[in-house]
T-cell receptor, first 116, second 113 residues
Framework: NAGVTQTPKFQVLKTGQSMTLQCAQD?????MYWYRQDPGMGLRLIYY???????DKGEVPNGYNVSRLNKREFSLRLESAAPSQTSVYFC???????????????FGPGTRLTVL | RKEVEQDPGPFNVPEGATVAFNCTYS??????FFWYRQDCRKEPKLLMS???SGNEDGRFTAQLNRASQYISLLIRDSKLSDSATYLC??????????????FGKGTKLSVIP
């Protein structure tokens, strides 16, 4: 049981290049999320997918697109990378507990992206 | 006003000390509350949920005051291994059977030998 996996771990892009960050979970969770974390800003939600076939914008969706390929996989695409997108990107999935306060988000190890 | 605000930190405390972190949230519709821990260059991990009546897990005690929209985390007998950033997290129902978590910026704790 690998939990939440992300690829790649590190990436350097030039301005204007495109790339896709991959995320997969093997815990049979319905909901998946993409966050970015910047120094002094905390974690901010980019997009989320409540269930297979649905996606919704979070707090900072501009410049990104997502695809919920199936229940396991949720990818994040940067079509034309900008230096402002230099960040650490975390994917997460949500385990629904029997009671609301037992819900837990499990995070992947992160992708460190630098855009030059 | 930020949705979730935490003590700015950093907190530098000696081993064995007791340290308290505070957090306030602005959305009165918030339903669930959590403390996450994040080690340097690692992903956040759930430390504990925060129950309305308060709850304890070993050396960690969490309190919730819904009227004041205030959450706290108390760490007793600090260990070197407690050094990390502690994130206050609030959950709001975003519809469609899913939820959004809003994270505070975190408070960095360094436990010193």
């Amino acid at each position: 049981n690998a939990g939440v996996t992300q690829t790649p771990k590190f990436q350097v892009l030039k301005t204007g290049q495109s790339m896709t960050l991959q995320c997969a979970q093997d815990m049979n969770h319905n909901s998946m999320y993409w966050y970015r974390q910047d120094p002094g800003m905390g974690l901010r939600l980019i997009y989320y997918s409540a269930s297979e076939g649905t996606t919704d914008k979070g707090e900072v969706p501009n410049g990104y697109n997502v695809s919920r390929l199936n229940k396991r996989e949720f990818s994040l695409r940067l079509e034309s990378a900008a230096p402002s997108q230099t960040s650490v990107y975390f994917c997460a999935s949500l385990a629904r507990g029997g009671l609301a306060f037992t819900d837990t988000q499990y995070f992947g190890p992160g992708t460190r992206l630098t855009v030059l | 006003r930020k949705e979730v605000e935490q003590d700015p930190g950093p907190f530098n405390v000696p081993e064995g000390a007791t340290v308290a972190f505070n957090c306030t949230y602005s959305n009165s519709a918030s339903q669930s509350f959590f403390w996450y821990r994040q080690d340097c260059r690692k992903e956040p991990k759930l430390l504990m949920s925060v129950y309305s009546s308060g709850n304890e897990d070993g050396r960690f005690t969490a309190q919730l005051n819904r009227a004041s929209q205030y959450i706290s985390l108390l760490i007793r007998d600090s260990k070197l291994s407690d050094s990390a950033t502690y994130l206050c997290v609030v959950r709001v129902n975003s519809g469609a059977g899913s939820y959004q978590l809003t994270f505070g910026k975190g408070t960095k704790l360094s436990v010193i030998p």
